[in-house]
């Protein structure tokens, strides 16, 4: 069970996330996925994505497969770390699909698996992180 209090208030408070185009597709519990369109505002190169762009989905994606898996606790996450991949380019006009989930929850820290994709399938980059979870009040 996801407390959509929680989520709709990261949702409207994650400037970060809605500043580089991520967009929430479904969420689940210990699930979500995320789409997101490279842009000239994305580029570090004439054709390639800065990779700062792809971890900052990563790290949103990792985050709320997290939150969504305690959220019902009345508890959000904050990153303790987390390792990308980057395996392929990603080049401007790419469609990026990021997919997160939960692979071990325990009191605070939920270890969590990313894969992002492009729009041909491909794997351009695969993460885990790991993250504390803490009560909601602490973070307002």
Known sequence: MINEKI?????ETNHFGRHIGMKIMEVEQGYVHYEMEIGKEHLATPKAAHGGVVAGMIDGTLGVA????VS???EIVATVEFKVNYLLPVYKGDQLDAKGRVIFSGNRLIYTECEVKNQKGQLVAKASGTFNAYPFDKAF
């Open 7 to 11: 989520l709709n208030t990261y949702q």
């Open 66 to 69: 997290a939150l969504s898996q």
């Open 72 to 74: 019902h606790r009345n």
